[in-house]
């Protein structure tokens, strides 16, 4: 999906070389899409492989999409946010941890975020989305970066 915030939006679609944030739930993904990104964009990347038919025959191995994304922008942050979702038993909490870690880069203060969350989920969820979209936040710690070796 295409996200545009401005004070005046042409069309929803993002051109392409002109994208800031690409935020991708699987690495493959984040390959396809590098044509859209900016020089210098941030780039966010769910440890999460979906192999596709080539890959899965055998005819090709997975691709390391590092190297493919490196040639537009060195800010790549690879997150464990599949693997934070299930440690929290709820596999499909990948998209809140993500949300998280794409807050860090966005204006709004994390209050504001939580506020949105409280509001537009049901109170029986709300909870174990709000530690998912903090541990998303985690994710993109200096300590994480150090870690990973990422965003230079």
Not at 18 to 45: G, N, P, Q, T
Not at 90 to 111: H, K
Request: charged fraction near 25%; hydrophobic fraction near 40%.
């Amino acid at each position: 999906s295409h996200v545009r915030f401005s004070e005046r939006v042409a069309s929803p679609l993002i051109p392409y070389g002109k994208c800031d944030i690409l935020l991708s739930f699987e690495e493959l993904e984040a390959a396809r899409y590098v044509r859209y990104l900016k020089k210098d964009a941030v780039v966010i990347i769910n440890r999460y492989r979906l192999a596709p038919p080539s890959v899965i025959s055998g005819q090709e191995p997975y691709p390391d999409v590092v190297p493919i994304i490196r040639e537009k922008t060195r800010n790549i942050l690879m997150v464990e946010g599949s693997a934070v979702a299930e440690e929290m038993g709820n596999a499909r909490g990948v998209n809140i941890i993500l949300l998280g870690v794409l807050s860090t880069f966005l204006e709004p203060p994390e209050s504001v975020w939580i506020d949105a969350i409280n509001t537009m989920l049901k109170e029986k969820i709300r909870a174990v989305n709000i530690e998912g979209f903090k541990r998303g936040r985690q994710l993109n710690s200096p300590v994480m970066h150090n870690v990973q070796g990422g965003m230079s």
